[in-house]
């Protein structure tokens, strides 16, 4: 081994690494692996970028937005849902069409972009036929992958097999070369699943009442039924004149204020500037437990003590700035208090942003690199937040800077909690006040002890003390939530929610959504879109309460709740995909010239006039020049982080190659294999990218394989494309549903767990890999005719 082969196995090492630990985005991984290849001089300058104008790289961008252009005309609609009209209610013949049809539109459109298109449309033959979603839509996913491997433009590392052919001297694959071996593995698939594989799915049933997804029924299913009570606000009530937001009755316990009921007239989802009126009834969505348990910390009384306690404190105590650095784990985030001092021992005081200091509502602020956070910490502590990567600076506060500019004695105050209280035994992590209130306890006073930041998990006790940083006046607010009267009921419940005016929604985020990873709290909902998120089935589990704090993820599955034609709305937003009917209708008019621009796109291809990159660029332009898209739904078309990932990982190819580490990991192969003859070769070239699908991303993965595959064949010297069709049939990926956006997308609406794709998925896998190999000696044979 050369020190340049070891070189390049290094870097691919550190990137395997960094793919498997996700520690960094896959596309800047590949960068990096790009800027490494050229600083260390393994590949010349323009080699390193020259995968941005590969020919494969190019014909991938392009066929992102003529499957886009397919898709938003409604080509691709019409011809799905025509044809899975003939499936029937046989589960059987359900699943064979889906998987047809799927797997037909895959040959020439992007398979997420089928996958996202059929969900709503399978999931409507499910409460039509009322066979369970978790029955049709893994086979439809699945069917995306195997469509793709039935033509050159149907999944990126067709493309890449085909170009590395190319870069090698070789006559590349054509349009319809994969169809003999693609097609067998896709009607063995189909085959295999309706007869055999649907029935190791799991059979989540829906509700047997009702044929269609119901406002009932989706109540139901996410458990919101029993769940919903009445507030009515008292005369006099301390509340009375204080906006709905300033009651805190939403953020208290997870609540949901669905509507005002007020002199006989309903307001639904009222804003959070709503002011409070004597009789106000509002109907609300929680649990009523909660709230009460809630409720009880009004019992806290306000003592005097507060400058005694806080001389006693400061002797034990540091009060010091830290900046968030660059890179933190904070970035980004919104602040938890009760999550901040599990992770750092320590109290979130002020938040200062340049010369504005805020000290109220600090769980309300995305934290952003170079904040500047006053935290509460132990001496002990102080050393471990100096080394910590998550702040870059660390300074001790003088006291005329915390009279000054933090002001901090205007909002520290000593509550007691009184000797026969119901609030023994609780404690402030669980009852959300920090959060609800911004309540931190910096000290507590027990049988003459003084307990400097005790834990937020700690047990109250009757007599205790509390050193508390917040606004005293906010004891008012929790006194007047004591005074509301709050009863469980169903009754009005299903007026207000099979009126006219307000219904349920569910849907699920877009794979390109840019609400992926979001926290719900920034996404806000009620003010972005006018709706209210009450419930988010993940893992096969419906969420319904601190929806708050959880992060988007894609596969989830959401309910919101809103007017009906905010609803309707949602259905022409990008981010969202619905799977409830609004009554919504895609404009298919330029239809026919969607899909006549697709077939002067494989006529271009097939007659040799131009090659498949100039084909689809010349597509893509058209749909934009002919209105069948806009140019920003062109650019949001183009799967960004896919191009910057094979690009920045095509020069890792090229050093494999000019340093010979190709070679030599061929050379090892045919050392474990090669006495058995080249086609155990091969199958040991299609199982290595078979597993390495599960931690790695696919067309990095073939970039890296293809010349591997050449080299290997030039040993045996045998023709390279059986081991090149190979790779590309291997690198469906069925095992795991984080290994293709497609199986992700349908977790959530399908209810699926990770282990019902490992039940699926490997026998998939292995009918695929038997199917290609009994078919790629006769289409492909070692020795070319």
């Known amino acids: 081994m050369t020190l340049e082969i070891a070189l390049v196995l290094t870097i691919l090492l550190v990137a395997l690494v960094l793919f498997v630990s996700e520690r960094l985005r896959m596309d800047l991984v590949a960068l990096l692996v790009l800027a490494t290849l050229a600083l260390t001089g393994l590949v010349d300058p323009a080699g390193a970028v020259a995968g941005f104008s590969n020919p494969a790289v190019i014909a991938v961008w392009a066929m992102f937005i003529l499957s886009e252009g397919l898709t938003r005309t409604g080509i691709a609609n019409i011809l799905g849902r025509y044809l899975l009209r003939l499936a029937g209610p046989s589960e059987f013949r359900m699943v064979v069409v889906i998987m047809l049809t799927g797997g037909g539109l895959s040959a020439f459109m992007n398979n997420i972009g089928v996958a996202a298109l059929m969900l709503p449309v399978v999931m409507d033959l499910s409460r039509r036929t009322r066979i369970p979603p978790s029955r049709l839509l893994m086979p439809m996913a699945f069917s995306t992958l195997l469509g793709g491997l039935t033509t050159q433009v149907g999944t990126p590392p067709n493309l890449l097999v ?51 997804r119901s406002q009932r029924n989706l109540r139901t299913q996410y458990g919101l039924q029993a769940r919903t009570f009445n507030i009515q606000i008292p005369k006099d009530s301390v509340l009375v004149g204080r906006t709905l937001g300033q009651s805190r009755i939403g953020s208290a316990a997870g609540l949901i204020v669905l509507a005002l009921v007020r002199g006989g007239r309903t307001e639904t989802l009222p804003s959070r500037q709503t002011v409070l009126r004597a009789g106000d009834r509002l109907l609300v969505q929680g649990r009523l437990d909660r709230f009460n348990d809630f409720r009880r910390w009004s019992e806290l009384v306000i003592e005097r003590e507060a400058p005694v306690l806080q001389a006693l404190m400061s002797e034990q105590v540091e009060l010091v700035e830290v900046t968030v650095a660059e890179g933190s784990a904070l970035a980004e985030e919104l602040l938890h208090h009760s999550e901040f001092r599990r992770r750092y021992n320590a109290n979130v005081l002020a938040i200062r942003r340049r010369d504005l200091v805020r000290r109220v509502n600090l769980s309300y602020v995305p934290l952003r690199p170079g904040d500047v956070l006053l935290i509460q910490c132990a001496t002990e502590t102080l050393q471990q937040l100096r080394g910590s990567p998550d702040f870059s600076d660390t300074r001790e506060v003088s006291e005329e800077e915390l009279r000054d500019v933090y002001r901090l004695q205007e909002r520290v105050f000593v509550a007691r909690v009184p000797q026969e209280s119901e609030l023994a035994g609780d404690t402030l992590a669980r009852s959300r006040l920090g959060d609800a209130f911004d309540f931190r306890m910096l000290a507590l006073f027990r049988e003459g002890e003084l307990v400097i930041m005790p834990d937020p998990d700690q047990p109250l006790r009757g007599g205790d003390l509390l050193l508390i940083q917040g606004r005293p006046g906010d004891v008012e607010i929790l006194r007047g939530l004591q005074g509301l009267d709050a009863e469980q009921t169903t009754v009005p419940v299903l007026g207000e929610f099979q009126s006219d005016r307000l219904a349920m929604l569910e849907t699920t985020l877009e794979p390109r959504s840019s609400l992926v990873g979001k926290p719900v709290q920034d996404v ?262």
Not at 181 to 208: M, N, Q, S
Not at 573 to 585: C, E, I, N, P, R
Not at 621 to 645: D, K, N, P, Q, S
Not at 749 to 764: A, C, L, N, T
Request: glycine share 10%.
């Open 162 to 212: 085909s170009g590395a052919l190319e870069d090698a001297g070789f006559e590349p694959f054509g349009l319809f070369d994969f169809t003999p071996v693609g097609g067998v593995a896709l009607l063995a698939g189909t085959l295999f699943v309706a007869l055999v594989g649907r029935l190791l799915l799991p059979r989540i049933k829906p509700d047997p009442e009702s044929r269609r």
């Open 524 to 785: 806000n909902f009620r003010e972005r879109y006018g709706l209210e998120l009450v419930g988010i089935w993940r893992n096969g589990v419906a969420i319904r309460s601190n929806l708050d704090q959880l992060r988007l993820q894609l596969g989830d599955a959401l309910l919101l709740l809103g007017p009906r034609q905010r609803l309707q709305m949602l259905e022409r937003d990008a981010d969202f995909l619905v799977l409830t009917a609004t009554g919504g209708t895609i404009d298919a008019r330029r239809a026919p010239l969607a899909a006549g621009i697709m077939l002067t796109v494989v006529a271009m291809t097939l007659s040799g006039w131009m090659p498949i990159y100039i084909a689809a660029v010349t597509g893509a332009a058209l749909m934009v020049l002919t209105g069948c898209l806009r140019m920003e739904e062109a650019y949001r078309a183009i799967e960004w982080r896919a191009i910057f990932l094979i690009a920045g990982m095509l020069p890792l190819g090229a050093a494999m190659q000019q340093t010979g580490a190709d070679i030599y990991l061929g050379e090892l192969l045919l050392e474990a294999l090669g006495g058995l003859g080249p086609w155990p070769v091969i199958g040991g070239l299609y199982v290595a990218t078979a597993i390495g699908t599960l931690v790695m991303p696919v067309p990095a993965l073939v970039v890296l394989m293809s010349p591997i595959v050449l080299s290997v064949s030039a040993a045996l010297g045998i023709s390279p494309y059986p081991g090149m069709m190979a790779v590309a049939m291997a690198a469906a990926s069925f095992m795991s549903p984080i290994s293709h956006p497609a199986n992700v997308l349908v977790m959530g609406p399908g209810g699926y767990r990770f282990i019902d794709y490992i039940k699926m998925g490997v026998p998939v896998a292995l009918v695929v890999m038997a199917a290609t190999f009994l078919v790629l000696p006769i289409f492909w044979p070692l020795t070319p005719a």
